[in-house]
Each structure stands twice: as structure tokens, then as C-alpha cells.
């Protein structure tokens, strides 16, 4: 049974949500509520992390002059759509246990976790959260307050609502459209790795191949 959803199509049963979160360019600016906004960081706050740590820091611009500042960090690529979106995020991660210390080299990890509990709960929400790694990373810290010595930035997350996709450059309107994903059988193997190729190995066929 395929699921349908925009033109996403799942190999396999899902839940409707996980094709239903897409990275959209095209932001409305209208203001995201302070209610709405604190529900995605209470889905972020839900988020499993190693010992229970929560790693995550999300510094989050709403309004001037933050929006301007936290804008000026992305590179022009993203800014060409994401200056658009009414709420801009940057998400860090603690580097070191807070119990002992000592390096947390499962912090990412978690907070990959938060962010994904956060744009999932934008869409129950009728927003998205669109991700992105291009900014000006080192100039992060000392623009936004936060010591390199004990967080690590890991992205950029605009929010908002879907707006016009008209108001986009060209190039970047080619590729407003929810994207596909490799299959199954790329990336799970039952057993050992370094086995013969094909030798008992699970190998999954699309269902709509
Ligand atoms: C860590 C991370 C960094 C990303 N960086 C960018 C970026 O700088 N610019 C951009 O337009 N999209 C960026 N993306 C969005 C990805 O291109 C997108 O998630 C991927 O193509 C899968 O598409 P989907 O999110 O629509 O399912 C980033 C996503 C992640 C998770």
C-alpha cells in the first residue's frame, strides 16, 4: 500500500507526518504567535538525549533588530528566501555532560532529535521548519553571545508559514517541491556489513516499482 501525501509517495506504511514535512523556501512573513512558537519548544523539549541531558540551546529571533542580526549570519543563498520567514533560529549543542563534565559526544545526536520533534510539531501546527548548514559558522558565536568553548553551532532553522512561491528567484523556485528519498534497501542491512554482496542480505523492491 503506497501513501500518497503532496507528491511524496512512502514505499511503505507510515504515518502520514514524516511525508508531510517537507523544507519549503517559500515563507509567508506573517508573524508566527508566542504560543505557537513555545509548542515547538515544548516538542523540542520532549526529545530523548543521553542521560537525559538535553543538550540543546535554540537561540530564536522573532522580532528587530535580533531578526536583522540573526539574518546578517546566513549566506546569501538562504537569505534569498529564508529573510522572508518570520521566525529565525539557531540551534547549539552543549559540548560537555552537564553531570560530570566530561565530553558529549551523543549531544548532536540529540539535538537532531529536538530539531526533528520541533519541525514535526510545526506541521501539526500548519508551519514548517527549514534547516540549513549555510551560514557563517565561525562568526556565529561572537555575534550571538555564545562560548565556543562549551557549545557547538549546528544550524540555522527558519519558521513560518507557507507563503507565495511566486516571490522566488527562479533557480530557487525549480526546487520548490517536496523531494525523494533512497530506497530501504540502501541503507539497512540485516547482519554484518562486510558480507558478500546479495549473501543474506534482506533486499526490500518498492512496492510501486
Ligand atoms: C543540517 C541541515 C542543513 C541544511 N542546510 C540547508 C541549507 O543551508 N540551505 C537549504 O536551502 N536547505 C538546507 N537543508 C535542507 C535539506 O536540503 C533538506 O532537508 C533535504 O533536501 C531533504 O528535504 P526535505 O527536508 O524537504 O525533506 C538542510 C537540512 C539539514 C537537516
Redesign the pocket.
Known sequence: MAILLNERRADRPVDAQFLD?????AFSPAPVPQDVLDSLFEAARWAPSCFNEQPWLFLCARERPDLDQFRGL??D??RV??DRAPVLAYLFARKTFERNGKPNRWAMFDC?AA?MSL?LQARRLGLYA??????RREDTYEELGVPAADYEV???IAIGSYGDPAVLPPDVAA?EK??D?KPISSFVIYGRMDKPAGWGRFELRSLTA
Open positions: 514535512r517537507w523544507s519549503p523556501r546566513l549566506l543563498s538562504n528566501w529564508a537532531g530539531w519541525a527549514h534547516a540549513m548548514a549555510g551560514f549546528i544550524c540555522a526546487r517536496p523531494n528519498r
